[in-house]
């Protein structure tokens, strides 16, 4: 069965870099990313970060200016590189994709989702 896999949390210093990544977890027929969420302890789940299949992006204000939504298609994943991290930014993060698999109907997959902490 297809599962959708992040990577690449952890524990940072303030000011500190990440790089999220998220994949199809084996050879599927497509994927479309609809965008990564997080969501902070006592909040709810917010959508900060969206890329087309083109290229485009989007971003929340909250992470505008300090995030990058990249895509590589021939490997089916994307990443998300954050930069001036902020304990505010603490937050369990996950992606989110529509993935057609090789034999069988599309459907929405999210990922297992990975901890970011920033600690101040």
């Known amino acids: 069965q297809v599962q959708l896999v992040e990577s690449g949390g952890g524990l940072v210093q303030a000011g500190g870099s990440l790089r999220l990544s998220c994949t199809a977890s084996?050879?599927?027929?497509?994927?479309?990313?609809r965008g990564w969420y997080r969501q902070a302890p006592g909040k709810q789940l917010e959508l900060f970060a969206t890329?087309?299949?083109?290229?485009?992006?989007n971003y929340a204000d909250s992470v505008k200016g300090r995030s990058t939504n990249s895509r590589d298609n021939a490997k089916n994943t994307v990443y998300l590189q954050m930069n001036s991290l902020k304990p505010e930014d603490t937050a369990v993060y996950y992606c989110?994709?529509?993935?057609?698999?090789?034999?069988?109907?599309?459907?929405?997959?999210w990922g297992q989702g990975t901890q970011v902490t920033v600690s101040s």
């Open positions: 989110n994709a529509v993935i057609t698999p090789k034999y069988g109907l599309e459907n929405e997959y």
């Open positions: 084996r050879s599927i027929f497509s994927i479309h990313f």
């Open positions: 890329i087309t299949g083109g290229g485009s992006t």
